[in-house]
């Protein structure tokens, strides 16, 4: 099946500074990936939609200058929070899907734990 | 506005059986899915129902009634793995995810 990977899977990072999340489809190529949010004990919050070489979509309430997001390749994004703050603390998981206007299943990766102290 | 709608938490014993309801409401309708979600770690795919009927996978199953708004997942034969949250969630008319809250399943022996 198709295998999505995150990196890092965890991060520790101080207040003030910037921490960069990649996102790889490994054996297929993702024109739309998704990066999503998720606090304990809620659901998933998608953050923002983005299609390889254009810019991202940013869901209502998302500061697109704080959670900057690349998809430069078909099997690359990256999602960068920048100046983060302990309330940035969370599970952040992207998921790619093979198609722009489909109905394939979306495949996630196993996400990334940021942790802001 | 779109809305998914499914109970917050269900307890159920080890080999017995357990359905999962999930009402919608969306702007347009391009499928459902059911996704297992184990604490801690990414969503995996269950299911997609997009006519209605019953979907038989194994120990699971989903159902969907396109009129009635209506989806529920079936796990027969209940494990201790399978206790996690299972997330409903509906493609719209622009093919993107509206995601319900989940349903944390607990089994007890």
């Known amino acids: 099946g198709a295998v999505v990977s995150q990196h890092p899977s965890w991060v520790i990072c101080k207040s003030g500074t910037s921490v960069k999340i990649e996102c790889r489809s490994l054996d297929f190529q993702a024109t739309t990936m998704f990066w999503y949010r998720q606090f304990p004990k809620q659901s998933l919050m998608l953050m923002a939609t983005s299609n390889e070489g254009s810019k991202a979509t940013y869901e209502q309430g998302v500061e697109k200058d704080k959670f900057l997001i690349n998809h430069a390749s078909l099997t690359l994004s990256t999602l960068t929070v920048t100046s983060a703050h302990p309330e940035d603390s969370s599970f952040y998981i992207c998921?790619?899907?093979?198609?722009?206007?489909?109905?394939?299943?979306?495949?996630f990766g196993p996400g990334t734990r940021l942790t802001v102290t | 506005g779109q809305n998914i709608d499914q109970p917050t938490e269900m307890t159920a014993t080890e080999g017995a059986i357990v359905q999962i309801n999930c009402t919608y409401q969306t702007s347009g309708f391009n499928g459902l899915f059911w996704y297992q979600q184990h604490a801690g770690e990414a969503p995996t795919f269950l299911s997609y129902n997009v006519l209605d009927g019953l979907e038989e996978k194994g120990r699971f199953s989903s159902f969907l009634s396109r009129s009635k708004g209506y989806s529920y997942l079936l796990l027969k034969e209940l494990q201790m793995k399978d206790s996690a949250s299972y997330l409903c969630?509906?493609?719209?008319?622009?093919?993107?995810?509206?995601w319900g809250a989940g349903t944390k399943l607990i089994i007890k022996p």
């Open positions: 998921s790619a899907r093979e198609s722009d206007l489909s109905n394939y299943e979306q495949y």
């Open positions: 969630a509906v493609s719209d008319s622009n093919y993107q995810l509206i």
